[in-house]
């Protein structure tokens, strides 16, 4: 039995912008974490082009990838939303994942998810085994969102940052989100580009080349944002102090970040800090602080 409702029915859009000090300079996040708790962040701008639809026509909605992905569990409240049976393919369930505790597996659970184990070695198995059996009557909403769809929602996060900015009276902009896929910020780069505002990302899902590959892959021939990396190669989603301390720093602050992307995000640009001299930076919040639940029990152990 479900326990949990997406309702989704009109979000609003929050137009906060907050800044704070950090590394000596102000620097201003805008706050996308607040569409939603369930979608919330890049999810609701890479899926907002399929909340806009009406999707009765599809006899399912099938997605793949990690087991506590935030994507999964924000496509899992948009079939909810849909009345949409939602099949997400996975290569492994942890044997000690708890079932009790409210992660982004057990909420996507509740919102009627069901999960397929398929015996690959990696995603990309999963992708082509999909694309293969995939007939018109299914969605398939490739990992993370990564589509061109996706540049409807995207669209009007830059119009909103364009907008933001000119209020601001900010000359020189630099808008800056971390990348899995890299969705986000590969369309950011194309509507922002043409208003001299800068884009720039870094790879938190594998390295440099392996995020050019999926940018490309979304939408060739299209110019790419800059692509900024940190000295350290951080394993995904693995647990680490410096990563934790961004984390902190910003909770602090009074604003919860994953702790997944965007500390390797904040890392790269303390890292980066002097191909900004003289600008502005805007953080665009990326959502995703569902998923903390299970990442921080991971660093309680780190801790102990």
Not at 80 to 99: A, G
Not at 108 to 125: R, W, Y
Not at 136 to 141: R, Y
């Amino acid at each position: 039995m479900r326990r949990q409702k997406s309702n989704l029915n009109n979000l609003s859009l929050p137009s906060r912008v907050d800044h704070l000090l950090w590394e000596d300079q102000t620097v201003y996040i805008k706050r996308d974490d607040l569409i939603s708790p369930l979608l919330s962040g890049n999810k609701y701008r890479k899926l907002y082009y399929y909340l806009q639809e009406n999707l009765e026509h599809y006899s399912k909605v099938v997605s793949y990838g990690g087991i506590q992905s935030n994507a999964m569990l924000s496509m899992a409240a948009l079939a909810d939303e849909k009345k949409v049976p939602f099949i997400y393919y996975t290569r492994y369930i942890p044997k000690n994942l708890p079932k009790d505790m409210k992660s982004n597996y057990t909420q996507a659970l509740d919102l009627g998810m069901q999960v397929k184990v398929m015996n690959v070695i990696s995603d990309e198995e999963i992708r082509s085994s999909l694309l293969e059996i995939k007939d018109e009557n299914t969605l398939l909403i490739v990992q993370g969102g990564a589509t061109k769809e996706a540049q409807y929602g995207i669209e009007i996060l830059a119009q909103e940052i364009i907008k933001w900015k000119e209020k601001a009276a900010i000359d020189e902009l630099v808008v800056a989100t971390p990348s899995g896929t890299g969705t986000t910020a590969l369309w950011l780069q194309q509507y922002l580009a043409q208003e001299g505002i800068d884009v720039v990302t870094t790879p938190v899902v594998g390295d440099s080349q392996y995020l050019k590959q999926q940018m490309q892959r979304t939408a060739s021939n299209m110019s790419l944002p800059r692509i900024i990396t940190t000295q350290k190669h951080y394993p995904f989603a693995k647990p680490d102090l410096t990563l934790y301390e961004h984390y902190q720093y910003f909770l602090d602050k009074g604003i919860a970040f994953d702790l997944i992307y965007s500390g390797v995000m904040w890392q790269a640009l303390k890292e980066n800090l002097t191909l900004f001299k003289g600008k502005t930076i805007l953080y665009v919040h990326s959502g995703g602080v569902m998923g903390n639940v299970s990442q921080l029990q991971r660093y309680e152990k780190l801790f102990h």
